[in-house]
């Protein structure tokens, strides 16, 4: 099975991602602390990033060949400031992201050489998506799909409605149960969720069976990741499953995001289902050997190359 180039007879396809951006700190220590201790712990090395969501996704469909534009809110403040301008230099278009009033949403996470991780998060400011709207319609605009997170459903509801008007496929990344949520599945495509998700949206002991029940809530597919052990999902009738890509993992911050970026681009380029699931999994394992979300996530070279050395 070849992996063909996106726009290889022409402009690379438009990837479009909306929610709320925040940003990462990443720190390998020589061991993680207790929570609540008081003890920083001694730091190896730290990393500043765009936080794990949808912007890393989108990045990492256009590191596989896609164009990538972005929507949605970051913080006033230093950090939402480093944040646009780290995808402003990575090539993406954030024209369509609004400076929110406060403080941006930041996760701190701690990692060390044992696999030990220790996550902290400072949810930020609330956003006033009616004060401060995003043009869906400027965001859409000759977009191939729309990428959702599930950090504000409310708006990313509307936004995947809006484009299922249009035929653009909506492949939606839910990571944690939140109002909204459910109304935003409804109107995906693709749904993309953790094992530990699925317990929260379709509480089965056995998988397969809940894979059909988050169909029925109104995807075309779903795909239910399941960390260092691949994935499975379900399209139509067909149930498979990928295992996952041994790597010597350093940290899994952003993985389930490069997986959801990663998958579009392989439906961009009309691969079959199980195909997208392949090349989703050899990125986000990719991602895994680099310290935070952002600088980990691999080219269509190098995840390709990876993909052959299994077969």
Not at 247 to 276: I, K, M, Y
């Amino acid at each position: 099975m070849t992996y063909p180039t996106l726009g290889g007879g022409g402009s690379r396809p438009v990837v479009a991602g909306l929610g709320r951006l925040g940003v990462s700190v990443s720190a390998l220590a020589r061991r993680v602390p207790e929570a609540g201790s008081g003890d920083a712990g001694e730091l190896a090395a730290v990393s500043l990033s765009p936080g794990a969501g949808v912007a890393v996704a989108v990045r990492a469909a256009q590191a596989l060949g896609c164009r990538g534009r972005l929507g949605g809110w970051a913080g006033s403040d230093s950090m939402g400031a480093f944040a646009r301008a780290a995808l402003t230099r990575a090539g993406l278009d954030v024209e369509l992201i609004r400076a929110a009033p406060g403080g941006s949403r930041c996760e701190i996470v701690t990692v060390d050489i044992d696999g030990r991780r220790l996550v902290q998060i400072g949810q930020g400011e609330e956003v006033d998506e009616d004060a401060l709207p995003v043009d869906i319609d400027a965001l859409l605009s000759g977009a191939q799909a729309l990428l959702l997170d599930d950090s504000c459903p409310r708006a990313q509801a509307r936004a995947a409605a809006r484009a299922r008007e249009r035929a653009i496929p909506v492949i939606v990344d839910v990571t944690a149960p939140s109002e909204g949520v459910t109304e935003l599945v409804a109107f995906a495509d693709v749904l993309l969720s953790s094992e530990r998700m699925v317990s929260e949206l379709a509480p089965r002991r056995d998988l397969t069976t809940a894979l059909g029940d988050l169909v029925s809530l109104g995807p075309r597919a779903v795909v239910v990741t399941l960390g260092a052990a691949g994935a499975v999902g379900r399209h139509g009738g067909e149930v498979i499953e990928v295992p996952g890509y041994p790597v010597e993992t350093l940290d899994t911050s952003g993985a389930g995001s490069v997986f959801h970026g990663a998958f579009v681009a392989g439906l961009l380029g009309e691969l079959p289902f199980a195909r997208c699931v392949e090349l989703a999994s050899a990125a986000a394992a990719l991602s895994c050997q680099a310290l935070g979300p952002w600088d980990g996530i691999p080219e269509r070279d190098e995840t390709i190359e990876f993909i052959t050395t299994r077969r």
